[in-house]
């Protein structure tokens, strides 16, 4: 499936740098199965995590 994103400007520089990925390695440290978040919600980082990669800039 494809989509198309608007990233606010204020985050511009976050996309640029590592397309977020510091922000989802955090997330899926903090994933520890013991309260709400558990494999699914993982998984769900880890598959946005792998999207945002493999993004790109259109305009």
């Known amino acids: ?4 994103l608007e990233i606010p400007s204020e985050f511009e520089s976050d996309y640029k ?9 955090r997330v899926l440290a903090d994933i520890d199965y013991t309260g709400a978040c558990g494999n699914y919600e993982s998984e769900t980082a880890q598959m946005m995590d792998d999207a945002f990669k493999e993004s790109r800039i259109i305009r």
């Open 1 to 4: 499936m494809i989509i198309q």
């Open 17 to 25: 740098r590592d397309r977020f990925d510091e922000f989802f390695q």
